[in-house]
């Protein structure tokens, strides 16, 4: 690469927004016509996804793992602010019965402070 086209490379470069701290743009979906601004995700939503995403790589191989280990795994995977709720639902005695959704829906009630 010769000199002038390096130049005119490292010329072309957008700056971009990096998505921390709230200052990427939101981002907005068009289905037929209408534009909707879609949420950002959140750290439980994060969670949840990629725990589900191993217990079904986990079933495909034929491994079995109990829905209280599913559960604690998904708890120890929040965030510190969570901590104060994730200490009351590991005490709770029907957490291994508890789904993983039914766990992230009573979860989704409690706002972070």
């Known amino acids: 690469m010769d000199q002038d086209s390096a130049h005119t490379v490292a010329a072309s470069k957008v700056h971009m927004l990096k998505p921390e701290n709230g200052n990427a743009p939101p ?20 969670a949840q996804r990629r725990i589900k995403k191993l217990i079904s790589q986990l079933e495909i191989h034929s491994e079995s793992i109990s829905q209280e280990d599913v559960n604690q795994k998904f708890l120890r995977s929040l965030s510190p602010e969570w901590n104060i709720h994730i200490i009351m639902w590991r005490n709770k005695p029907e957490i291994d019965t508890l789904s993983l959704d039914d766990l992230y829906n009573n979860l989704k009630i409690y706002e972070p402070e």
């Open 27 to 46: 981002i907005t979906k068009v289905v037929k016509g209408v534009e909707t601004t879609i949420a950002p995700t959140t750290a439980k939503e994060k």
